[in-house]
């Protein structure tokens, strides 16, 4: 009989941990971890969802547009994230700030908000990548509004409203 395993017939088999004891203290000895699977180490934290593009081009208000290919989009928590190899750089657009999303024929998925316009060119399934965006930037509203915060297509209109009130006067309190 093991030292560790009590196993007779007439009682239930009972595993005992193995212990240390150092100076009256009783501390049970920890497994070492395994190791993740492929599977699991390839996932990172907070992507919704991830996609293979062939190229995009961004255009921010007043800028010239910029073009790459060999892209990847991915949602990362409450972000939408496109990386571009060649030339190499990579867009950071929050969902709350997405207005539109449609797919053009079956070539160009459009996005867009007030400040920029990003077309998504070479995507196998285009009708599934449009309904999981929308969906992902729907899901992020809602706890965007119940937490307070504006968007910012509100606070341009705001601000747009008080730029275009006329004064009556230098000097009158009206103003």
Not at 18 to 46: C, M, N, V, W
């Amino acid at each position: 009989i093991e030292p560790n395993i009590a196993c007779r017939e007439e009682q239930t088999m009972e595993i005992v941990p193995l212990s240390y004891t150092h100076d009256g203290f009783h501390l049970p000895l920890l497994k070492r971890p395994r190791p993740l699977p492929e599977a699991e180490i390839e996932k990172q934290h907070g992507v919704y969802a991830e996609w293979k593009i062939k190229a995009f081009i961004h255009r921010d208000s007043g800028k010239v547009p910029r073009l790459s290919v060999k892209c990847k989009v991915r949602v990362r928590y409450a972000t939408l994230e496109v990386e571009g190899r060649f030339p190499a750089f990579k867009i950071k657009i929050p969902l709350v700030s997405v207005g539109f999303v449609e797919a053009s024929g079956l070539e160009f998925l459009d996005v867009r908000g007030r400040t920029f316009r990003l077309l998504l060119c070479g995507i196998d399934d285009i009708q599934e990548m449009r309904d999981t965006l929308r969906y992902l930037i729907i899901r992020q509203r809602v706890p965007h509004s119940i937490m307070g915060k504006e968007f910012d297509w509100k606070a341009e209109e705001v601000k747009e409203k008080q730029r275009t009130v006329s004064k009556i006067s230098k000097w009158s309190p009206l103003n």
